[in-house]
């Protein structure tokens, strides 16, 4: 069923440093591509979104990478703060296919 | 501006029994859709509610079904509930333009079933 892989499982990365999430997707057909933040105890927050139509959407600190071609995506965090630690979930398709989820930390 | 509102925030039922989860969606919003997140997991797409009509529908046995109401809002049922029933629950509403739903999501609190 899954047709959203996500990884790294979990991730460590300093205060300050950049941190990168990837998504590979399987269906074609897929075109909105979604990364949604998660804190213990409540429901995922829409970040970032980006369609097919360009390679690269920016918003603060948040960037997705999009390359059709090889059917990935990928979330990019600059200068990650203690406060961006939470679950990241990456998702496709009108029917939302999520990827496992993963959980970043980042240390002060 | 009101966001997505689900009832009840926690549940505990036993193993058969049915249950009735409930969603409010974000003003404006007239597409309601199901989740289930598994501790762990990322959420599963159960079934997507437009004009109180089932308009998709993911992997999920017909013991789960739902309605929408005129207001928009939701019900997900559950019958004859197992132990691996056991999960969050999330609803996310959105807006249907041109007959297909524009993706942005807004994802309610979630409501925690336990089945003991």
């Known amino acids: 069923q899954q047709q959203v892989k996500q990884s790294p499982q979990s991730l460590i990365v300093q205060k300050g440093g950049i941190s990168i999430i990837n998504c590979a997707y399987e269906?074609?057909?897929?075109?909105?591509f979604p990364w949604y933040q998660q804190f213990p105890g409540k429901g995922p927050a829409l970040l970032i979104a980006?369609?097919?139509?360009?390679s690269e959407k920016k918003e603060g600190r948040f960037t997705i990478s999009f390359n059709k071609s090889a059917k990935q995506f990928s979330l990019h965090i600059m200068d990650s703060q203690p406060g961006d630690s939470a679950t990241y979930f990456c998702?496709?398709?009108?029917?939302?296919?999520f990827g496992a989820g993963t959980r970043l930390t980042v240390k002060p | 501006d009101a966001g997505v509102t689900q009832s009840p925030t926690h549940l505990i039922k036993t193993r058969g029994q049915q249950v009735t989860l409930r969603c409010s969606p974000k003003?404006?919003?007239?597409?309601v859709s199901w989740y289930q997140q598994a501790l762990g997991q990322g959420p599963q797409f159960i079934f997507q509610?437009?004009?109180?009509?089932?308009?998709q529908r993911g992997n999920f046995p017909d013991r789960f079904s739902g309605h929408q109401f005129p207001n928009y809002s939701s019900e997900l049922n559950v019958n004859a509930l197992l132990l691996g029933d056991s999960a969050l629950y999330l609803c996310?509403?959105?807006?249907?333009?041109?007959?297909?739903?524009?993706?942005?999501?807004?994802f309610g609190p979630g409501t925690r079933l336990t089945v003991t």
């Open positions: 996310a509403s959105s807006l249907i333009t041109s007959g297909r739903a524009v993706g942005e999501q807004y």
């Open positions: 269906n074609t057909a897929f075109d909105y």
């Open positions: 980006i369609r097919p139509d360009v």
């Open positions: 998702a496709a398709g009108d029917d939302m296919r």
């Open positions: 003003s404006g919003h007239d597409t």
């Open positions: 509610y437009y004009e109180e009509e089932e308009r």
